[in-house]
């Protein structure tokens, strides 16, 4: 069974850095796209970030590009999420997910004080 399990979450000031990680069991982990989505409180989940399977091609939704920079290690089945200069409208419940499958990691709290 496919389990997506993420790790880094917390506290930080505004303007501090975070970096999230989730650890996929994907049998075909590096041939496929990932990505990281959120959700604050009373809002809808918002797409984050999109990275291919080779992880050279990324894409970032405008809230976040030139802060937020993803990454993933196929040997190691794992993509990241290295979050910079967060803001408090960064807060948010963060979810891995992988497309193909329609699978979501368990949520990471990220929160930022002002």
């Known amino acids: 069974q496919v389990q997506l399990v993420e790790s880094g979450g917390g506290f930080v000031q505004r303007g501090g850095s975070l970096t999230l990680t989730c650890a996929a069991s994907?049998?075909?982990?590096?041939?496929?796209?990932m990505a990281w989505y959120r959700q604050a409180p009373g809002k809808e989940r918002e797409f984050v970030v999109r990275?291919?399977?080779?992880?050279?091609?990324?894409v970032y939704a405008d809230s976040v590009k030139g802060r937020f920079t993803a990454s993933r290690d196929n040997a190691k089945n794992m993509i990241y999420l290295q979050m910079n200069n967060l803001e408090p409208d960064d807060t948010a419940v963060y979810y891995c997910?992988?497309?193909?499958?329609?699978?979501w990691g368990q949520g990471l709290q990220v929160t930022v004080s002002s």
């Open positions: 997910f992988y497309p193909a499958g329609g699978v």
């Open positions: 994907i049998s075909s982990f590096g041939r496929v796209g």
């Open positions: 990275i291919s399977s080779g992880g050279n091609n990324i």
